[in-house]
C-alpha cells in the first residue's frame, strides 16, 4: 500500500509551461507503478475555480487520468486551494473525494491529517476575510449566472489577486515565522492523536518526525523548488520521502 502526495504545483501553461504535462505523466507512471491512493493537497492549478466545464475542456488529461485513477478504484483525495476552489461538482462526479477544510485518512490505527493549509494562521485576517467572501454562496451563485464569455475573464482577474494575497501573506509572516507556524500547528495535531500530518500552502518544504513516529509533510511547491512529490505507505512509522520528478521518465 503506497500513497502519493503532491501540493502547491501552481500550474499554469502562462508561466510555467511543461509543469502540466511533467505531473499528468507523473501520475500515470506512478498508477502504472502500483501507487494505491493519492493525495492533492490544494493549490495544483495556479487558477481552477468554480464548476465550468471549460477547464475540463481546457485540462483534458489531467481529468482523465484522475478518472483513470478512481476507475482503477484507487483513491484520490483533493483538498482545495486558495487557487482552485468550487471544484466539488467537477470532482465528486469523477469519484474524487473533496473537502474545502480538512481530511482525516485512516489506516488501522494511523490517523493522517491533510489540509491546504491556508487555515493555519488565525493572525491572517485579512486573507481569512477574503477567503470567507470568495467561498460565499453570493460569490459562488454570482460566478453561475455570469455569461460564458465573461466568466474566463472574471476568473482571471480573480486569479491574479489570489497570487497578490498569498505573496502578501508570506511577506508579512516572513519565511522562519512561517514555517514555525505550520511546525506549530501539526504538533497541535499529532497531540489530538493523529500520527501524520501533510499541508501545503506556505511553500516552505518541511520534513519531520519524532520518536514516537509522528510526521509533518510539506513539500513546498513546484514555484520554487524542483517538481517533487512524497511517496508514503501507511503502516510504516517513517516520514514520508519525497521524490523529484525527472524529465528522463516522461517517454516510458
Ligand atoms: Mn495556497
Not at 486573507?127 to 475573464?153: C, D, E, G, H, N
Amino acid at each position: 500500500m503506497t500513497v502519493a502526495i503532491f501540493s502547491d504545483l501552481h500550474l499554469s501553461s502562462a508561466k510555467r509551461p511543461g509543469h502540466e504535462a511533467l505531473f499528468v505523466a507523473t501520475l500515470k507512471s506512478l498508477r502504472a507503478e502500483g501507487v494505491n491512493e493519492l493525495w492533492l493537497l490544494g493549490d495544483i492549478f495556479d487558477l481552477m475555480v468554480g464548476p465550468f466545464h471549460f477547464w475540463i475542456a481546457r485540462h483534458p488529461e489531467f481529468f482523465e487520468e484522475i478518472k483513470a485513477w478512481t476507475d482503477a478504484g484507487l483513491s484520490v483525495v483533493w483538498i482545495q486551494g486558495n487557487h482552485d476552489f468550487y471544484l466539488d461538482e467537477l470532482l465528486t462526479k469523477r469519484g474524487v473525494i473533496v473537502s474545502d477544510d480538512f481530511v482525516e485518512r485512516r489506516f488501522g490505527n494511523q490517523r493522517i491529517y491533510l489540509a491546504h493549509g491556508d487555515l493555519v494562521n488565525p493572525s491572517d485576517t485579512d486573507y481569512l476575510k477574503w477567503r470567507a467572501f470568495t467561498r460565499s454562496a453570493w460569490v459562488r451563485q454570482t460566478l453561475s449566472l455570469i455569461p460564458s464569455p465573461l466568466r474566463m475573464k472574471l476568473l482571471l482577474g480573480l486569479g491574479q489577486k489570489l497570487s497578490d494575497r498569498s505573496r502578501a501573506q508570506s511577506r508579512e509572516s516572513g519565511r522562519s515565522g512561517l514555517e514555525e507556524l505550520f511546525i506549530l500547528y501539526a504538533r497541535e495535531k499529532w497531540d489530538e492523536g493523529f500520527q501524520g500530518v501533510c499541508l501545503g500552502h506556505s511553500h516552505i518544504e518541511t520534513f519531520l518526525n519524532d520518536e514516537q513516529g509522528h510526521f509533518f509533510v510539506n513539500l513546498g511547491s513546484w514555484v520554487n523548488y524542483s517538481p517533487r512529490y512524497a511517496l508514503w505507505n501507511p503502516g510504516e512509522y517513517n516520514c514520508p520521502q519525497r521524490y523529484y520528478v525527472r524529465d528522463a521518465g516522461l517517454s516510458t
